[in-house]
């Protein structure tokens, strides 16, 4: 049996930090309100000109080396944003191009904080059917380009990033499942309404921007990131204590510890990087995921469970050996 098992991990985040007390100077709001609500003390943004394929390509070189593998030897590439260089070409072909590979496929996913997941997901689907074999796997936004910045409910959650892994064939798991949801019903929760197909005039009128009813995509975060970890335990015949370590999409730490009381995990067993990365939507699972493994935490064989929630509504799971 083939698995898909990730073999390097690289993040990258921008340089430019904006404190809770920076945002103190540009919105009503408080250092003390953002961490006891949030867990966030700062982020990162990107720069004017810095480009989601700009993070991407940081992010990406440091996985390839971590995985000791060259670019021209990468089958398939998959990025996950929701805030793309440009309407088109992708910024999987974008990345393509910057790091030099010719030929293989290159698409970009789009379902928000879930993107990560999403990819990771469809990248075991094309290596577990030999489609692919050495993938690139990204995820990378610059959400500071549609945060409302004179919104205090918005303005202090988001951050900027990159994270990336290569994810090869083995015979040695790996993934061991993914498990991809959405229900579009949810949309009017969690939206930026603006678009290309609508039209650019409602992007004028104030559209392009993220608007979210933040409380009751807390409620919806909470109880669904519950559901998936006892759909993902239970499709793998596993228990609670089976799990070493359990790697969050980053929004909220009072999301994160919910789903850890759920799963009886001591804050130890959790990688949380949401205090110094904001919210980084589709970038923030696998710039946790690289932080843990560059830092000792997360060690070969042991087993993760990684789970996210976003716009959409997206929710999803994948469950792997490291
Ligand atoms: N600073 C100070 N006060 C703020 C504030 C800010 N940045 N943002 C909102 N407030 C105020 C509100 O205006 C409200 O005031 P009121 O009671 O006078 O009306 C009060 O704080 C409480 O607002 P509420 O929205 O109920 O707070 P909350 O405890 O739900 O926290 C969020 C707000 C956004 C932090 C929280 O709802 C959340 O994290 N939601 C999920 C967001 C998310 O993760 N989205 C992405 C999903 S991937």
Same mark, same amino acid.
Request: proline share 2%.
């Given at each position: ?7 390097? /991990? +690289? ?5 430019? *930090?904006?404190?809770?007390?920076? #945002?103190? @100077?540009? $919105? !009503?709001?408080? =250092? ?96 577990? /059917? +030999? ?5 690139? *796997?990204?995820?990378?936004?610059? #959400?500071? @380009?549609? $945060? !409302?910045?004179? =919104? ?110 759920? #799963? ?59």
């Amino acid at each position: 049996m083939t698995y898909a098992r990730i073999t390097g /991990t +690289g993040g990258h985040l921008p340089d430019k *930090v904006l404190t809770n007390h920076d #945002l103190e @100077r540009m $919105v !009503d709001t408080s =250092d003390d309100w953002i961490r006891e609500r949030t867990g966030i003390s700062k982020r990162h943004i990107a720069v004017d000109g810095e480009t989601t394929c700009d993070l991407a390509e940081q992010a990406s070189r440091r996985a390839l080396e971590a995985a000791g593998r060259t670019a021209d030897e990468i089958d398939l590439v998959i990025v996950a944003t929701t805030t793309p260089d440009q309407i088109f070409p992708s910024t999987a072909c974008l990345l393509q191009q910057r790091l030099g590979i010719h030929g293989c496929a290159a698409f970009d996913i789009q379902a928000v904080c879930t993107g990560f997941v999403y990819a990771l997901g469809v990248a075991d689907k094309f290596v577990r /059917t +030999g489609s692919a074999s050495c993938v690139l *796997v990204v995820g990378a936004e610059t #959400l500071s @380009r549609i $945060v !409302d910045w004179t =919104d205090r409910s918005t303005c202090v959650l988001f951050g900027d990033g990159a994270g990336a892994v290569v994810l090869e064939a083995s015979e040695e798991p790996g993934i061991i499942s993914a498990h991809l949801h959405a229900d579009g019903d949810y949309e009017s929760l969690l939206r930026v309404p603006g678009g290309v197909s609508k039209g650019y005039d409602l992007v004028q009128e104030g559209g392009a921007y993220m608007e979210m009813k933040g409380n009751e995509v807390f409620k919806m975060a909470v109880t669904t990131l519950g559901r998936i970890v006892d759909e993902t335990l239970e499709a793998n015949g596993l228990e609670k204590s089976d799990i070493d370590w359990l790697i969050p999409h980053q929004a909220n730490i009072r999301i994160i510890n919910a789903t850890a009381r759920k #799963l009886r995990m001591s804050t130890e067993r959790v990688v949380v990087t949401v205090g110094e990365h904001g919210n980084t939507s589709a970038a923030s699972v696998p710039l946790a995921l690289d932080q843990a493994v560059r830092d000792g935490r997360v060690k070969r064989g042991e087993t993760i469970l990684m789970e996210a929630f976003g716009g959409g509504f997206t929710w999803g799971s994948v469950l792997l050996k490291y």
